[in-house]
């Protein structure tokens, strides 16, 4: 008889508690809305691909996931383009009022998105970008460049500053010593930050669906829009819920190395 300890027995219960919804929303996504709504049942008794058929052939459904990842992408490659630079500038240099300027940015991620719903809003329409990707990504960039700012602090302060003096009197330039040295060193928190960056945007809905209305619109306003006179559609929005965790599964995969680093360096 196998013997199991009261930690073993307590983490086996911990991640039953974890997973069980993410079952149950499989489970949903392969039943017909009859029986979701009839029956409890632990295992589909009329197992259906049909939910996943309407995602993959309605526009409205598969579009929101192609919007999604289009502005997430933008999202990433613009708020690490500007916190790389600003985080070296924090982490190198002492200016005037650097310490209020960092604390300036960090409070811009405690504020809620619906602080800068309206005045995004009214901002992007004037200027005709309503209802475009990059409205979206540039709206998430005031919540992504402080954390990503933060965290990458935390990692090139950890890079002694030899480093950087070695290389100039070897004869690289800033930009050679930048891309070839100091960006390896500080690969792990490059990784960290894109996978917050990336979590955030995925995941946000306020703005996404105050900054969007057809052409723009993300699979989570698509998955809260989905009312009609004879109810929700369980299923659909089930296999949607399926589809939606996946991206972010496959993010944490392909950085789980360098979050984990980043724990163990103390930088998260």
């Known amino acids: 008889m196998i013997k ?15 997973l069980l919804p993410i079952y149950w929303l499989l489970n949903m996504s392969f039943k017909t809305n009859q029986e979701i709504l009839s029956t409890f049942s632990l295992w589909p008794s009329e197992f259906t691909f049909d939910n996943y058929i309407v995602i993959f052939s309605d526009p409205s459904w598969y579009g929101g ?14 708020s690490l383009a500007v916190a790389i630079p600003a985080a070296y500038a924090f982490s190198r240099y002492t200016f005037m009022g650097d310490k209020h300027l960092f604390f ?43 954390l ?17 003096e070695t290389a100039y009197i070897d004869g690289y330039s800033f930009f050679k010593f930048f891309g070839k040295i100091f960006m390896p060193l500080i690969a792990s928190g490059i990784g960290v930050a894109a996978f917050f960056c990336f979590m955030f945007s995925w995941v946000e809905l306020l703005l996404s669906r105050t900054l969007t209305s ?43 190395n360098h979050i984990a680093k980043g724990f163990a360096l103390g930088r998260v």
């Not at 009261?6 to 911990?14: G, Q, R, V």
């Not at 996931?65 to 613009?78: P, R």
């Open 65 to 78: 996931y192609i919007n999604s990842i289009t502005y997430v992408v933008l999202n990433t490659i613009i």
């Open 4 to 18: 199991i300890n009261k930690s073993t027995f307590i983490m086996i219960l911990y991640f039953v508690f974890l």
């Open 214 to 256: 057809v052409d723009a619109k993300s699979i989570a306003a698509t998955m809260t829009r989905t009312a009609s006179a004879s109810g929700l559609d369980w299923g659909v929005l089930a296999a949607a819920g399926v589809l939606t965790i996946i991206p972010g599964a496959l993010v944490i995969y392909f950085v789980r």
């Open 148 to 164: 990503a700012v933060w965290i990458l602090e935390g990692f090139m302060r950890g890079v002694p500053k030899e480093i950087d």
């Open 104 to 146: 300036w940015l960090l409070t811009n991620r405690m504020a809620p998105p619906a602080v800068f719903a309206l005045p995004f809003f009214q901002l992007y329409s004037s200027v005709g970008l309503f209802d475009t990707h990059i409205a979206v990504a540039l709206a998430h960039t005031l919540f992504n460049v402080p």
